[in-house]
Nanobody, 117 residues
Framework: QVQLELSGGGLVQAGGSLRLSCVAS????????IAWYRQKPAKVRELVAT????????SYADSVKGRFTISRDNAKNTVYLQMNSLKPEDTANYFC??????????WGPGTQVTVSS
């Protein structure tokens, strides 16, 4: 099964930036629409952004539109989430996975993003 390795989370002040990376263990994921999700304490996991297999179409939750950018480099089996103008309400555990539920890998622990005010 495909393994996903996430990195780039951390603690940042409001207004700061972080870039998250999601590296897949094999090229299978390069053919999928991939999404970033986040989960806040005691909340359900929510969709943040998606990107088609070729990077041609992206979509964003209204709460991050204009501040976050999703991209991918299939040569590196990697999907990125550039997060700018971070707000305390962006604090969450972030995950990446296939957008299609039947294609998803194990979620793993995610990467924690904490934005201080």
């Amino acid at each position: 099964q495909v393994q996903l390795e996430l990195s780039g989370g951390g603690l940042v002040q409001a207004g700061g930036s972080l870039r998250l990376s999601c590296v897949a263990s094999d090229r299978t994921f390069n053919a999928y629409t991939i999404a970033w999700y986040r989960q806040k304490p005691a909340k359900v996991r929510e969709l943040v952004a998606t990107i088609t297999w070729d990077g041609g179409i992206t979509s964003y939750a209204d709460s991050v539109k204009g501040r976050f950018t999703i991209s991918r480099d299939n040569a590196k089996n990697t999907v990125y989430l550039q997060m700018n103008s971070l707000k305390p309400e962006d604090t969450a555990n972030y995950f990446c996975n296939a957008a299609e539920p039947t294609l998803r890998a194990w979620w793993g622990p995610g990467t924690q993003v904490t934005v201080s005010s």
